[in-house]
T-cell receptor, first 117, second 112 residues
């Protein structure tokens, strides 16, 4: 299994405060993703990265920013947390098991539970 | 718009019974389809990954099928165990895109 850790694992914060979630990988994979998971919606992509300093928006990127200054770390920042951002956040990484994108497998971290009061 | 629909939304079965979960997709062009298992409070874990040329793939008691013509996939679980209780998520990836399309999952509960 790919080594992916997320920190913190749980966080309670207040509306209007900035929050940063960290994803760390030990596998040197090129692609990293941030998702949120909410009841009735499944997993939704917030932002993704295809290399150091190379990032792009997903389908629910408003209110979020990301940074990737090193291959192993992908940070997600809630610039000013709102109650609608209460969710479970998952980081994922992907590799190409056969050297082509067709066979790529995505591995997920354990998740961060965020509660915005 | 790329979409992945899963059915049923939830399913309750008795331990030892078989079950089949369905996934229909409209993702184009198709690259691969994956089934994930997500235990409560944990991240999804990949069960199978299938490409266009693969019709069936097994992983222990889990067997996935793919019909690329009708854009349908199924996940068959044989001789269910209590540990199979989880959410099963179908994910389809479009060729040339970094972004997969996720289904909302099927919640499976296995009762003793």
């Amino acid at each position: 299994d790919a080594g992916i850790t997320q920190s913190p694992r749980h966080k309670v914060t207040e509306t209007g405060t900035p929050v940063t979630l960290r994803c760390h990988q030990t596998e040197n994979h090129r692609y990293m993703y941030w998702y949120r998971q909410d009841p009735g919606h499944g997993l939704r992509l917030i932002h993704y990265s295809y290399g150091v300093k190379d990032t792009d928006k997903g389908e629910v990127s408003d209110g979020y920013s990301v940074s990737r200054s090193k291959t192993e770390d992908f940070l997600l920042t809630l610039e000013s947390a709102t109650s609608s951002q209460t969710s479970v956040y998952f980081c994922a990484i992907s590799e190409s098991t056969s050297g082509t994108q067709t066979q790529e497998t995505q591995y997920f971290g354990p998740g961060t539970r965020l509660l915005v009061l | 718009k790329n979409q992945v629909e899963q059915s049923p939304q939830s399913l309750i079965i008795l331990e030892g019974k078989n079950c089949t979960l369905q996934c229909n997709y409209t993702v184009s062009p198709f690259s691969n389809l994956r089934w994930y298992k997500q235990d409560t409070g944990r991240g999804p874990v990949s069960l199978t990954i299938m490409t266009f040329s693969e019709n069936t793939k097994s992983n222990g008691r889990y067997t996935a099928t793919l019909d690329a013509d009708t854009k349908q996939s199924s996940l068959h679980i044989t001789a269910s165990q209590l540990s199979d209780s989880a959410s099963y998520i179908c994910v389809v990836k479009s060729g040339g895109s970094y972004i997969p399309t996720f289904g909302r999952g099927t919640s499976l509960i296995v009762h003793p």
